[in-house]
């Protein structure tokens, strides 16, 4: 039977590795956490596939963008899957020397089978941060998906689509009701005074915006009753098919 003082120091021990040992974000689940001015490809890109990148060179993979703290080292020629991206470092995930991890690498020590990879990435990311911010005022615009609209206006009213010789186009239509009552007046024979009663209420369509999809992505937006508040209809890039 162990002594007190070994269960004690088998204790500190165990806790001590696990303070030090890489855990990969597999192993804790997406979204657990989010580096100040890094940029997640699950958050912009939720349904991308595995963006693969290949290691030039051994490279040291750090817990954090500002290379701080060392995890281990991806050997040359290691591919490696893109799970996050910082102003010089991209996240990563694979086999490492000791094990698989994940972790920030120097872009410089990373490359991609597409010439045009870092352009697009950045198209992406700037992309996302325009939707987030329409998002967040609440506003649609050309060239956004139909989730994306969802987050703003919710769940349509209508929907109807069809395929076409140039791909599917949906419509969506978001109505809105306003209730109308009615009465029915009378005089009233013992002061002769003009009364009303209630007879009954109705819902009157007090306007409709319509939303067009052209593959998967917005293509016209047109309102029966517009809000002087909306202003000019924004245009965001369609997304990009990786």
Do not use: C
Not at 34 to 56: H, M, S, W
């Amino acid at each position: 039977m162990k002594s007190p003082s070994a269960s004690l120091a088998l204790l500190a021990l165990v806790l001590a590795l696990s303070m030090v040992i890489p855990v990969d974000a597999d192993t804790l689940g997406s979204k657990l956490m989010r580096e100040k001015g890094t940029t997640y490809i699950e958050d912009i890109f939720p349904n991308a596939p595995e963006i693969e990148l290949l290691v030039l060179e051994p490279s040291i993979a750090y817990g954090d963008p500002k290379a701080q703290r060392k995890f281990g080292v991806f050997d040359r020629n290691q591919i490696v899957n893109l799970i996050a991206v910082s102003e010089f470092a991209y996240k990563v995930r694979g086999e490492a020397r000791h094990g698989r991890l994940a972790g920030w690498v120097s872009k410089k020590s990373l490359s991609s089978k597409d010439p045009k990879f870092a352009e697009k990435l950045e198209k992406l990311i700037t992309r996302s941060k325009m939707v987030a911010e329409l998002i967040e005022k609440k506003q649609i615009a050309i060239g956004m998906t139909p989730a994306e609209v969802a987050k703003v206006l919710g769940d349509p009213t209508r929907r109807e689509s069809r395929v076409t010789a140039k791909g599917k186009e949906d419509v969506w239509e978001y109505i809105t009701y306003e209730t109308v009552n009615h009465y029915d007046y009378f005089r009233d024979p013992a002061t002769g005074q003009t009364l009303k009663r209630f007879s009954y209420s109705e819902k009157i369509e007090s306007g409709k915006v319509r939303i067009e999809f052209s593959n998967s992505a917005v293509s016209a937006i047109s309102e029966s009753d517009e809000d002087p508040g909306r202003g000019a209809v924004k245009i965001v890039p369609v997304p990009l098919e990786w």
